[in-house]
């Protein structure tokens, strides 16, 4: 999805630095859900420090543009959430893949929870944690190779 960077919202940024621009135009090319190594990456010739990244990504969660998701086995990714509706994540615990899934009842928890519990939702992470299909074949796999190099006489009939 292509997202438009001259929205009110992104043009709301405080301080745009060239690099900050330079940050800016080149997450909507970015895949859905990236690192802030993925956004190195793509900096690499102009030069934007490692400092600059973290803190412009920090900047742009606190402004409500990104939303960072924690990963399980540390570290973390980023995606553009502006004009987008709240959606789980499927992730798996193989291979650390995230894919969006669409929940349209997540719209109307942070109401819910306001009148419930009195508690105001600044944003919503639902993540569903387990294997993706290609993690789950190779995993089927590798038990059916640890079953055939059991012996046969220990193997249970
Ligand atoms: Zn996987
Ligand atoms: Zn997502």
Redesign the pocket.
């Known amino acids: 999805m292509r997202l438009s960077l001259t929205s009110k919202s992104l043009r709301r940024l405080p301080r745009r630095t060239r690099e900050r621009e330079l940050i800016l135009d080149r997450l909507p090319s970015l895949p859905g859900h990236f690192s802030a190594d993925d956004v190195l990456d793509a900096l690499r010739r102009h030069g934007v420090s490692r400092a600059t990244v973290y803190r412009t990504l920090d900047l742009l969660v606190d402004q409500g543009l990104l939303q960072r998701v924690h990963l399980d086995e540390g570290g973390a990714r980023y995606e553009l959430i502006h004009d987008r509706a709240p959606h789980a994540h499927l992730y798996?615990?193989?291979?650390?893949?995230l894919t969006d899934y669409p929940l349209p009842f997540l719209l109307q928890l942070p109401g819910r929870v306001m009148r419930q519990k009195g508690f105001a939702a600044e944003h919503l992470l639902f993540r569903i944690c387990g294997?993706?299909r290609?993690?789950r074949s190779a995993r089927r796999g590798r038990r059916r190779n640890i079953s055939n190099a059991i012996p046969k006489r220990t193997r249970k009939s």
């Open positions: 798996c615990l193989g291979c650390g893949r294997y993706c290609h993690c």
